[in-house]
């Protein structure tokens, strides 16, 4: 498996409280991701990185930003968290842009 | 943009019976088409891979063949197992390499 960890990997917490979420990965890949996953939609990318302190927005950036201080961590934060925002968050890495991604573990999040 | 049809499920099938899951696409470009698998609680997995037209990707006796002139990247197995009872997932990438668009995703449950 690649080693990616999420952390942390569940978490409950309140509407307009800040959380972050991070994904540290051991694999040194330039490209690091964060998806969302919710019934029916399937995956759909919130922001990518493509290098230290390198981002993007993806289809559903609105209500959050991210940060890569070092190759090896990428932090998905809420600034203040909604309903909306309850879901499943998986990053996932990969070598360079047009190869395979590879994905964690997931971080459940319940927003209440 | 990019989109990424999927057949819905479940698909509920006996053990060593036929798979098709369908997968039909709209992109700009040659975009790489991809199927992975989410087993309960994990992240997912690459299953398999195409980077041009008439490819063929293959691993653990599933298949996908990249078809431009239908775009379209159908899932099959000749006899699948128990094992195999998971999520299932196409995506295909952006013209760039940096994103990728998933499917809906397909439940496969397969019964002894």
């Known amino acids: 498996d690649a080693g990616i960890t999420q952390s942390p990997r569940h978490k409950v917490t309140e509407t307009g409280t800040p959380v972050t979420l991070r994904c540290h990965q051991t694999?040194?890949?330039?490209?690091m991701y964060w998806y969302r996953q919710d019934p029916g939609h399937g995956l759909r990318l919130i922001h990518y990185?493509?290098?230290?302190?390198?981002?993007d927005k993806g289809e559903v950036s609105d209500g959050y930003s991210v940060s890569r201080s070092k190759t090896e961590d990428f932090l998905l934060t809420l600034e203040s968290a909604t309903s909306s925002q309850t879901s499943v968050y998986f990053c996932a890495i990969s070598v360079d842009r047009n190869q395979p991604q590879h994905f964690g573990d997931g971080t459940r999040l319940s927003i209440l | 943009g990019n989109s990424v049809t999927q057949m819905e499920g479940p698909v509920t099938l006996s053990e060593e019976a036929f798979l098709t899951i369908n997968c039909t696409y709209t992109?700009?470009?040659?975009?790489?088409l991809f199927w992975y698998v989410q087993y309960p609680g994990e992240g997912l997995q690459l299953l398999l891979k195409a980077t041009k037209a008439d490819d063929k990707g293959s691993n653990k006796g599933f298949e996908a063949t990249y078809r431009k002139e239908t775009t379209s990247f159908h899932l099959e197995k000749g006899s699948v197992q128990v094992s195999d009872s998971a999520v299932y997932f196409c995506a295909l990438t952006n013209n760039a390499g940096n994103m990728l668009t998933f499917g809906g995703g397909t439940r496969l449950m397969v019964k002894p």
């Open positions: 992109a700009t470009g040659y975009p790489s």
């Open positions: 694999e040194n890949h330039r490209y």
């Open positions: 990185s493509y290098g230290v302190k390198d981002t």
